[in-house]
């Protein structure tokens, strides 16, 4: 889903480059595997027609072409440059059409851009691509999310979870648990969150999570735990918005005076077109 964010803008940005960090890593695996394979063949002495040789030397170099293309546009698009980055997409398309990365790579743009019709073509290109890939059913799970179709949303990152190859869960338990609180499903969020810290219980976006999962409950107590937690694994000058806002309600709510004078000058200091500093202004404490 690699972020220290509840789910948000700012969280999806960051599961979005942590799978094109796996796109990456995939790409150069597989030419990897191609030149091994060959290099095993010869040291024992199996000899193939000039042809298969041939076959195998092209797509090794395919390979390389779309996936030379695959990180170029990785760069513009972290830079931001989505008309570039979109270009080497369809470049590394038309060396491979069958290049899985490449549509989740573009629907993670598209995504950004805002154009949801044509992002969730490529969700779904991919998947039909790569059907058993954990990632795609994560990433297609949060633009669900975003997109308000909350069960559909769910039931991706709960197959995403049921993938014993899946090598991050966290990210699907984090990202299942922010949809579930958008739901306000509590009982569900705090199920998905509790599994999460359980394997990553320095995560801040988890902290945070059931943070507002227990807030929300009116469970000021713990809510000031898991506030505390937060406080203890990160800057409070690194800390997004929203973080800032929900720590202010809770430190407020437990009359933590000192504290929470504390959080509003990093959200005022930080984050002063925020709407969250905007809800302080109003005083809207309970919004």
Known sequence: MNARVPPGLDRRRLMALALVAAAVAALGACTTTSVTRNASAEAAGLQGSTTELKTASDQTTKDKRSGIRMQLAIGYYQDGNYAVALDEIKQAIAIDPEMADAYSVRALIYTSMGENILAEENYQRAMRLAPRNPEFNNNYGSFLCQTERYAPAIAQFEIALKNPMYQSPVKALVNAGGCSIKQKNYDAAERYLLQAVR???????????????????????????YINRVKAVAKLDSLPADVLWLAIRVERKLGEKASETSLV?????????SPEFAAFQRGAFDE
Do not use: F, K, S, W
């Open 199 to 225: 394997i990553e219980p320095d995560l801040v976006q988890v902290q945070a999570g059931l943070a507002r999962v227990y807030y929300e409950r009116r469970d000021y107590v713990r809510a000031g735990v």
């Open 265 to 273: 000058t990093q959200l005022r200091r930080r984050h002063p077109g």
